[in-house]
Protein backbone atom coordinates (compact mmCIF):
# COMPACT_ATOMS: atom_id res chain seq x y z
CA UNK A 1 0.00 0.00 0.00
CA UNK A 2 1.57 2.98 -0.95
CA UNK A 3 1.80 6.22 1.32
CA UNK A 4 -1.50 8.34 -0.09
CA UNK A 5 -3.55 4.89 0.32
CA UNK A 6 -2.12 4.20 3.40
CA UNK A 7 -2.83 7.87 4.98
CA UNK A 8 -6.52 7.77 3.24
CA UNK A 9 -6.98 4.25 4.90
CA UNK A 10 -6.21 5.81 7.98
CA UNK A 11 -7.82 8.93 7.59
CA UNK A 12 -11.04 6.73 7.01
CA UNK A 13 -10.65 4.54 10.07
CA UNK A 14 -10.04 7.23 12.64
CA UNK A 15 -13.46 9.11 10.44
CA UNK A 16 -15.29 5.97 11.91
CA UNK A 17 -14.59 7.02 15.28
CA UNK A 18 -11.62 4.00 15.93
CA UNK A 19 -9.30 5.55 17.77
CA UNK A 20 -10.71 7.48 20.56
CA UNK A 21 -9.21 6.41 24.05
CA UNK A 22 -12.31 8.75 25.82
CA UNK A 23 -15.62 8.82 24.86
CA UNK A 24 -17.68 11.52 25.45
CA UNK A 25 -21.06 12.17 26.51
CA UNK A 26 -20.86 15.71 26.92
CA UNK A 27 -22.63 18.53 25.22
CA UNK A 28 -21.52 21.47 23.51
CA UNK A 29 -21.48 23.69 26.23
CA UNK A 30 -19.37 21.42 28.60
CA UNK A 31 -16.74 21.38 25.20
CA UNK A 32 -16.78 25.16 24.79
CA UNK A 33 -16.03 25.18 28.82
CA UNK A 34 -13.23 22.92 28.12
CA UNK A 35 -11.65 24.96 25.01
CA UNK A 36 -12.08 28.21 27.32
CA UNK A 37 -9.53 26.37 30.22
CA UNK A 38 -7.37 24.87 27.83
CA UNK A 39 -5.02 26.71 25.29
CA UNK A 40 -5.74 24.94 21.68
CA UNK A 41 -3.19 24.86 18.67
CA UNK A 42 -4.57 24.44 15.08
CA UNK A 43 -2.64 21.69 12.84
CA UNK A 44 -0.79 24.22 10.90
CA UNK A 45 0.15 25.87 14.29
CA UNK A 46 1.47 22.33 15.66
CA UNK A 47 3.30 21.85 12.15
CA UNK A 48 5.06 24.92 13.06
CA UNK A 49 6.25 24.17 16.67
CA UNK A 50 7.22 20.44 15.39
CA UNK A 51 9.28 21.78 12.23
CA UNK A 52 10.92 24.53 14.70
CA UNK A 53 11.43 21.77 17.21
CA UNK A 54 11.59 22.52 20.88
CA UNK A 55 7.75 20.76 21.73
CA UNK A 56 7.16 17.46 22.82
CA UNK A 57 3.94 16.09 21.89
CA UNK A 58 1.65 13.68 23.50
CA UNK A 59 -0.98 11.09 21.86
CA UNK A 60 -3.63 10.04 23.94
CA UNK A 61 -5.47 7.38 21.57
CA UNK A 62 -5.51 3.90 22.20
CA UNK A 63 -2.51 2.35 21.72
CA UNK A 64 -3.39 0.65 18.61
CA UNK A 65 -4.39 3.40 17.17
CA UNK A 66 -1.28 5.17 17.82
CA UNK A 67 0.31 2.36 16.44
CA UNK A 68 -1.50 2.51 13.40
CA UNK A 69 -0.53 6.88 12.77
CA UNK A 70 0.43 9.05 14.71
CA UNK A 71 1.90 12.60 14.73
CA UNK A 72 5.90 12.38 13.61
CA UNK A 73 7.80 12.41 17.14
CA UNK A 74 4.59 12.28 19.42
CA UNK A 75 4.77 10.09 21.99
CA UNK A 76 2.37 7.68 23.73
CA UNK A 77 0.88 8.16 27.18
CA UNK A 78 -2.38 6.67 28.29
CA UNK A 79 -4.91 9.89 28.91
CA UNK A 80 -5.13 8.35 32.16
CA UNK A 81 -1.73 8.16 33.20
CA UNK A 82 -0.23 11.24 32.96
CA UNK A 83 2.70 11.71 35.53
CA UNK A 84 5.65 14.28 36.04
CA UNK A 85 8.18 11.08 35.40
CA UNK A 86 6.30 10.22 31.95
CA UNK A 87 6.62 14.04 31.14
CA UNK A 88 9.58 16.61 30.32
CA UNK A 89 11.85 17.32 33.70
CA UNK A 90 11.34 20.67 32.55
CA UNK A 91 7.59 22.64 33.53
CA UNK A 92 7.63 25.18 31.64
CA UNK A 93 8.31 23.02 28.18
CA UNK A 94 6.08 22.94 25.92
CA UNK A 95 3.89 19.84 25.89
CA UNK A 96 1.31 19.60 23.28
CA UNK A 97 -1.16 17.03 24.15
CA UNK A 98 -4.00 14.99 21.09
CA UNK A 99 -5.95 12.70 20.92
CA UNK A 100 -8.79 11.50 18.22
CA UNK A 101 -11.09 14.53 16.81
CA UNK A 102 -13.24 17.54 18.78
CA UNK A 103 -15.73 15.07 20.11
CA UNK A 104 -12.74 12.91 22.12
CA UNK A 105 -12.09 14.49 25.14
CA UNK A 106 -8.75 12.17 26.12
CA UNK A 107 -6.11 14.77 25.50
CA UNK A 108 -8.25 17.39 27.59
CA UNK A 109 -8.03 15.15 30.63
CA UNK A 110 -4.64 14.52 29.92
CA UNK A 111 -3.30 18.34 29.97
CA UNK A 112 -5.49 18.92 32.59
CA UNK A 113 -3.62 16.49 34.87
CA UNK A 114 -0.39 18.06 33.58
CA UNK A 115 -1.01 21.57 34.61
CA UNK A 116 -2.57 19.88 37.93
CA UNK A 117 1.34 18.64 38.21
CA UNK A 118 3.14 22.28 37.47
CA UNK A 119 3.51 22.01 34.04
CA UNK A 120 2.68 25.63 32.70
CA UNK A 121 2.65 25.72 28.88
CA UNK A 122 0.40 22.98 28.09
CA UNK A 123 -1.72 22.94 24.78
CA UNK A 124 -3.95 20.77 23.10
CA UNK A 125 -4.44 20.19 19.15
CA UNK A 126 -8.36 19.36 19.58
CA UNK A 127 -8.61 18.51 15.38
CA UNK A 128 -6.60 15.31 16.50
CA UNK A 129 -5.35 12.63 14.85
CA UNK A 130 -8.19 12.90 12.19
CA UNK A 131 -7.55 17.01 11.40
CA UNK A 132 -4.31 16.11 11.13
CA UNK A 133 -4.28 12.90 8.34
CA UNK A 134 -7.42 15.32 6.79
CA UNK A 135 -5.31 18.42 6.73
CA UNK A 136 -2.49 15.75 4.62
CA UNK A 137 0.08 16.03 6.92
CA UNK A 138 2.32 12.54 7.21
CA UNK A 139 2.09 10.11 10.55
CA UNK A 140 4.42 7.86 11.40
CA UNK A 141 3.21 3.97 12.31
CA UNK A 142 4.36 1.59 14.46
CA UNK A 143 5.73 1.79 18.34
CA UNK A 144 7.25 5.64 17.81
CA UNK A 145 9.60 6.96 20.43
CA UNK A 146 9.57 5.38 24.26
Not at 3 to 13: F, K, P, W, Y
Not at 135 to 143: H, I, K, M, Q, S
Request: aromatic content about 6%; charged content about 15%; hydrophobic content about 45%.
Amino acid sequence: MNTSSRRLALALALSLGLGCAHSTATGAGAAASTEAELRPVTVAELAGLIERGGVTVIDNNSRDTFERGHIPGARWIAYDAITAAALPTDRAARVVFYCHNEQCTACHTAARQAMALGYSNVFILPAGIVGWTSAGRAVETGPGPT
